[in-house]
């Protein structure tokens, strides 16, 4: 493995006030700030020293994930150390995945780009925003305000049609926070399972 120099997790820091990512501050100062974000806008952005001759190629795997402590970390990463081929056999796992996502629906038309919208770019962002958009936004971190009811019902329209079994568990799962009469939490909080009592409801 190659030890990075350097990371930041909070893109404003990265890229520096009045700048884009043509620019980046960090980069023209050759160095990370080693920040972390817990909202705002998050990146993932290592600083590695490389030196290669004139001609010469260098490979780097950047593996992202979650684990609970280091230890899992440890273990996760083991099967990846210096294996290029068990880096190949994941990734082409991951992209049979995503593809048996997206042959669920295909559209033709007449225009490419319009299809690559349709048949690529919404079915992937209305996954992101199944897993990840009730937990973290620009101003949340996931854990004080709970998971909105009626949202997450609503997240659930994006998939239905390519991940009908995630879709069944996450309806379940929001439907035993509706009570008898018919109305709901209006949030709940995914690390306790309790219910939002502040006095309203969805």
């Known amino acids: 493995s190659h030890t990075p120099l350097g990371f930041d997790c ?4 990265f890229i520096g006030n009045y700048r884009s990512e043509s620019n980046p501050a960090a980069v023209e100062r050759g160095s990370s700030g080693n920040t972390s974000a817990y909202r705002g806008n998050g990146i ?3 600083s590695h020293a490389w030196q290669l001759e004139p001609g010469e190629t260098a490979e780097l795997t950047l593996i992202m994930g979650i684990a609970p402590d280091e230890q899992s970390v440890a273990e996760a990463l083991a099967p990846y150390a210096d294996n290029p081929q068990q880096v190949e056999r994941s990734l082409a796992h991951l992209r049979e995945r995503w593809q048996s996502r997206l042959c669920r629906l295909s559209v033709t038309t007449p225009n490419q780009l319009f299809d690559e919208t349709l048949n690529t770019w919404n079915p992937y962002q209305c996954m ?3 897993n990840w958009a009730r937990f973290v936004s620009l101003y949340e971190c996931g854990i004080r305000r709970g998971i909105g009811f009626r949202d997450s019902c609503q997240d659930t329209l994006g998939v239905v049609h390519s991940e009908p079994l995630a879709v069944r568990e996450r309806l379940t799962r929001l439907l035993g926070k509706q009570f008898s009469e018919g109305d709901a939490f209006h949030q709940y909080f995914p690390f306790t399972d309790a219910g939002d009592l ?3 409801s969805d």
């Open 10 to 13: 909070d893109r404003e820091s």
């Open 44 to 46: 993932a952005s290592f």
């Open 128 to 130: 992101t925003t199944f």
């Open 198 to 200: 502040s006095g309203y």
